[in-house]
């Protein structure tokens, strides 16, 4: 794509400039396809200075999600990977649900603007406004034993931990099973959802949401003092563009390593790192019953282990949990 095309050359080019003649040389295309090519990126959000002896610059971005930005941006790239970008959209799992059960070659990714009916675990509201965040479901056909799975979403969080620390100062962590936090307050949530045949995993969506570029302003008077944005820990806006090309290639080389098997050590390391719990008196919710105990990690099949007041010790593989108040 010609768009995507230039992009990639404007940016390998920053802060420096970009011949017009050169881009159009390179790109097979007439000069005069390259300028109406910049008039239209303009009209999308970009900003260029142009000097006739120099060619072009880029000098601003939009905020919000590009498709042809991230295309640009990416340093991984899958044969047969899509990815599309929507304005709007009920929730991106069930858009990858619906496209899957279609027919749809996996993987591909769906990113939207906004969602309306976005969720988290146990059918919650995950909040969806178009406030330059990010909601994203990415869709594959594993084909693997569905005890396998357990892991996964523990996997991808501490995967994408590692991503988010290299844009905000403060180490993020994973509260069990699907929460990325720092401290008490939370920044994303995942859900992983998946048909299962028989023996296998026939398809899978692992879906994310990530407090990204929204004001403390903005979030509703519930979510005020339990949830944070990148931005807020930053201290400045986020590059939503880059840190969305940047997860597209963490996120499928992640998938990869689970699906080889090749991430088991690496997993045990970044799971130590990131882990919020460990060592937390905690309650967890399990059904209708309540379990209140410390928790000592979690096993080789992602049970969290809770170790109560008699000194028994216990995998758990879902609940709720409540860190108990400090004394």
Known sequence: MTETLILR????????????GAMAAKLGVSRV??????????????????????????????????????????????????????????STNDECARQLAAGKTAPFAIFAQKQTKGRGRFGRVWHSAAKGNLYCSFAFRPR??????????????????????????????????NDIVFGARKA?????????????????????????????????????????????????PIDLNRLTAALIGRVLLAYERFTDGDHVDLFAELWNKHDVLRGREVTLVEGTRKRRG?????????????RDDHGHTRGFRAGEVTVEKDA
């Open 294 to 306: 410390k928790v000592l990690g979690v096993d080789d099949v992602g049970s969290l282990l809770l």
């Open 188 to 236: 994303g949530g995942m859900l992983t959802e998946a048909r299962v045949d028989a023996d296998e995993i026939r398809d899978m969506v692992f879906g994310l949401g990530l407090n990204v570029n929204s004001p403390a302003s903005d979030w509703p008077s519930e979510l005020s003092r339990r949830a944070v944005s990148l931005s807020e820990l930053a201290g400045v």
């Open 9 to 20: 050359e404007l940016i390998a080019a920053e802060p420096g400039w970009v011949s017009g």
């Open 144 to 177: 693997i034993a569905p005890e396998r799975m357990q892991t996964f979403t523990l996997w991808m969080g501490v995967t994408i931990c590692e991503l988010v620390s290299k844009f905000v100062p403060v180490l993020p962590g994973v509260k069990w099973p």
């Open 33 to 90: 396809s390259v300028w109406h090519q910049m008039e239209k990126l303009r009209a999308q959000g970009f900003s260029f200075e142009a000097q006739p002896a120099r060619g072009y610059r880029l000098s601003g971005r939009p905020g919000m999600l590009h498709a042809g930005l991230v295309e640009a941006q990416l340093k991984i790239r899958r044969k047969g990977f899509t990815f599309a970008v929507l304005d709007e959209v009920d």
